[in-house]
Every structure is written in C-alpha cells, then in structure tokens.
C-alpha cells in the first residue's frame, strides 16, 4: 500500500502526538517531513534508503523524516498502514533519541548505527564479489 505524502503526513502527526513533549525541548527546528528519496550512497543503487536523520547545525537541531524512502520501500515490500505507521513511529523514536543523546553528550546510538551500517557495507561486497 503506498499512501499519498498528505497521508503519511497525518498519520505521522498522529503518531507523534503520544510522544512526551519534553522529547521535543531544545529541538527549534522541529521535525520536518520531506517529500525526498534520500538513498544512501555508500551502497549500491537503489539498495539502501535514509528515512530519516537528526540534524544539529547553524540552522539549529532538527529531524528531517524522508516519505519518499519510506515510499520506495513500501512499495518494494509491500506494506500495509500497519507497516507504515510501525516504520514512521520507529523513525520518529530513533532520531528523537539522536536529539535526547545529542543534548546529553552521548553518542551510543551513533555508534551502533555505524557499526550496523558498517556490517550491511560488507554484506553487500561479499555479495557483489
């Protein structure tokens, strides 16, 4: 099921709404839902989607959330609203916790992301060998 950017919007909206508010502090630049696909270059086309990132810099922290990753890989696995709302929730949680370690000067999740993304690179070249 691929829903329209407005729905996922909605759907996100209401999502975000049971998160408690002092997740949101400090965050000025809000969370943004953009229309882009944002593949991730260090793999090959077309493999490995960003959904989402925590941004901080002179713009201010922000969470940037990309629909059209979340619709590529919908439409690849064929999610149901059920996938969505499980994928856009997860979204939300993960790059709130960037921004939680982030105020905090932490940087575990940070490291865990590498090293899953560190592991999925090498998937790919042994499969590309």
Not at 105 to 114: I, N, R, T
């Amino acid at each position: 099921m691929l829903l329209s950017f407005e729905q996922a919007g909605d759907l996100l909206d209401l999502l975000a709404e049971p998160f408690p508010e002092a997740l949101f502090d400090g965050l000025n630049g809000g969370v943004n839902f953009l229309e882009d696909a944002v593949p991730d270059r260090s793999f090959p086309s077309g493999e490995m989607y960003i959904l989402g990132e925590y941004c901080e810099d002179l713009l201010g922290r922000y969470i940037n959330l990309y629909y059209g990753s979340f619709a590529v890989l919908a439409e690849k696995e064929d999610w149901t609203k059920q996938r969505w709302a499980e994928e856009l929730r997860q979204t939300l949680s993960h790059e709130l916790t960037h921004h939680m370690e982030a105020r905090g000067g932490l940087h575990a999740l940070d490291d865990k992301d590498e090293a899953e993304l560190a592991a999925w690179r090498a998937e790919y070249e042994k499969m590309e060998e």
